[in-house]
């Protein structure tokens, strides 16, 4: 039905950058925002950043400055450029995409399957 691959994870050492992709398909309608969490271990999924469908971003405190949120409206993809990577930026990155369903209605939430980032020091 909506599938969301992501793509882009990997080690890097602090400083470092790494850019994230995440793409939406299937029965898709409409896609009223996407966007990134993260969960460190021992830690709550936090959102990272996220993009509307009308060109708004919210970024989490710890990475505004660093990272930056982008999509790419006709491939259904969402980007996000790290920059300035920490060791606390270490987590399973997760897409996120609240989107309506040519097979249901009103709004759903979806989530890729995570994509780990792990910062070196």
């Known amino acids: 039905q909506v599938q969301l691959v992501e793509s882009g994870g990997g080690l890097v050492q602090a400083g470092g950058s790494l850019r994230l992709s995440c793409a939406a398909s299937g029965s898709i309608f409409s896609i009223n925002a996407m966007g990134w969490y993260r969960q460190a271990p021992g830690k709550q999924r936090e959102l990272v950043a996220v993009l509307t469908s009308g060109g708004s971003t919210n970024y989490a405190d710890s990475v505004k400055g660093r990272f930056t949120i982008s999509r790419d409206n006709a491939k259904n993809t969402v980007n996000l450029q790290m920059n300035s990577l920490k060791p606390e930026d270490t987590a399973v990155y997760y897409c996120?995409?609240?989107?309506?369903?040519?097979?249901?209605?009103?709004?759903?939430?979806?989530w890729g399957q995570g994509t780990q980032v792990t910062v070196s020091s």
């Open positions: 996120n995409a609240d989107l309506i369903s040519t097979l249901y209605g009103g709004n759903h939430a979806y």
